[in-house]
């Protein structure tokens, strides 16, 4: 079986990978780690299709030692003992180099298996993986390697390498394959920074392509339909999940309503919309909060509407609720409030209530006070009356500062008008 273009043009060395400039540049840590010619422990963490496996293979090939490749996914305790086994035979006489790709699929009892032997540098570890490793994988691994991160590579790093797919593909299969510079560029910027992805998209637009004597035309019609869902990335457990919803808060909050409708339509597209209409009832509450209280009841109207339509028609109600939350004034003082109320929890002990709020009962004999002598605020102007509502410990403690918006400010201005009649 004819081996995936991906694989074929795979590079042989560092200058000829695509992208990972801030770590494979001239200069640059991983590769002055490389051609030092010493290899520490390494852990590869990025998205998939973007080098991990590449320069893993480069590492191998150049540094003399016995290259052993597991896959966490389908790796077994079994396999890294076999492993192990072959530590201080004459195969492995220069050192061992595991490839553990996909290592957040290895349990716990599997990942510590390893760690006497990258300890001891029997075994050097270099591993990889789509997810956060400062979650997915075990600390002491962690400890005992050196992180690099991997990045999307942009759709301009990518042109070069698919103009050397289309020139692989046709010096293989002996015809001219037409493909215009819009062609290429599409196929660049459709890919989401997956090199693989372009490779296999490169080769599938030849493959659908139209034929002629000697010649094959990659179509706009049939990269279209190759192309139309090629540029998502997301996983919905994993961190682009939350790197996008954390991007579409962020953009609400700022104020920058295109930017939040770009983060929600790559939501929309990828049928997420539970998560995003959470996110928007959160937004509600801890971004325009007290500065437009009428957000939260208009926001939950939309979502509940989302919810009930479905998509596609769904994003019609989702749109018009990010626009407003994304223009309306902004407060966080609810937020900070609350929060700094419970920080306070955190260094009281059990506190008592002031016996004019508790519920009526018996005082008991002996009791310091006896009554309850709590004051009815209706029965006073304005219907306020001074009294303590804080336990003692904390009855002089400010949770709540009103914000600097007109909502606010106008009951800013009320409790400050109730306060001085009750001073006359």
């Known amino acids: 079986m004819s081996a995936p273009l991906?694989?074929?043009?795979?590079?042989?060395?560092?200058?000829?990978?695509?992208?990972?400039?801030?770590?494979?540049?001239?200069?640059k840590p991983l590769r002055r780690i490389i051609e030092s010619g010493?290899?520490?422990?390494?852990?590869?963490?990025?998205?998939?299709?973007?080098?991990?496996?590449?320069?893993?293979?480069?590492?191998?090939?150049?540094?003399?030692?016995?290259?052993?490749?597991?896959?966490?996914?389908n790796a077994s305790l079994s396999d890294i003992k076999d492993v192990v086994a072959d530590i201080g035979t004459f195969g492995s006489e220069n050192g061992i180099l595991l490839y553990l790709d996909e290592i957040q699929y290895l349990n716990k009892k599997q990942q510590q298996s390893l760690l006497e032997y990258i300890e001891n540098g029997d075994i050097t570890l270099i591993a990889s993986t789509t997810e956060n490793p400062y979650f997915a994988v075990y600390n002491a691994v962690i400890s005992r390697s050196t992180v690099f991160e991997f990045k999307p590579v942009t759709a301009e790093q990518l042109i070069p390498a698919i103009k050397r797919a289309f020139r692989i593909i046709s010096?293989?299969?002996?015809?001219?394959?037409?493909?215009?510079?819009?062609i290429i560029t599409k196929i660049a910027y459709s890919c989401g920074g997956d090199v693989r992805k372009a490779m296999n998209t490169a080769e599938l637009a030849v493959v659908c392509g139209e034929a002629s004597v000697g010649k094959v035309t990659v179509t706009d019609e049939s990269l279209e339909v190759l192309a139309q869902r090629s540029n998502m990335r997301y996983d919905r457990d994993g961190d682009q999940h939350y790197d996008i919803l954390s991007a579409f808060?962020?953009?609400?909050?700022?104020?920058?309503?295109?930017?939040?409708?770009?983060?929600?339509?790559?939501?929309?597209?990828?049928?997420?919309?539970?998560?995003?209409?959470?996110?928007?009832?959160?937004?509600?509450?801890e971004d325009v909060g007290l500065a437009y209280p009428m957000a939260v009841p208009i926001v939950k109207a939309c979502v509940d509407s989302a919810l009930q339509l479905g998509l596609p028609e769904?994003?019609?109600?989702?749109?018009?609720?990010?626009?407003?939350?994304?223009?309306?004034p902004k407060s966080n003082s609810a937020c900070m409030a609350i929060d700094a109320a419970l920080d306070d929890l955190k260094s009281c002990d059990a506190l008592d209530f002031p016996r004019h709020l508790q519920n009526v009962h018996f005082d008991g004999k002996g009791a310091k006070v006896v009554g309850q002598h709590y004051l009815y605020p209706h029965n006073f102007p304005d219907h306020y009356v001074k009294q303590q509502y804080l336990p003692d410990a904390l009855k002089d403690h400010v949770y709540y500062n009103f914000g600097d918006n007109k909502q606010e400010q106008a009951a800013l201005q009320y409790r400050q008008k109730i306060l001085n009649n009750t001073d006359k």
């Open 249 to 285: 808060h962020k953009s609400v909050r700022g104020s920058d309503e295109n930017a939040a409708l770009h983060y929600a339509a790559r939501l929309i597209a990828a049928g997420d919309i539970i998560s995003l209409c959470r996110r928007m009832l959160c937004i509600a509450s």
């Open 314 to 328: 769904a994003k019609l109600p989702i749109a018009e609720a990010i626009i407003l939350m994304a223009t309306a």
């Open 171 to 182: 010096e293989e299969n002996g015809y001219e394959v037409n493909a215009s510079e819009d």
């Open 6 to 27: 991906a694989d074929k043009i795979r590079p042989k060395t560092l200058s000829d990978v695509v992208g990972q400039e801030h770590i494979l540049s001239e200069g």
């Open 38 to 73: 010493t290899v520490p422990n390494m852990i590869f963490y990025g998205p998939s299709g973007v080098g991990k496996t590449t320069v893993a293979r480069i590492i191998a090939e150049n540094c003399g030692m016995s290259l052993y490749k597991l896959n966490g996914t």
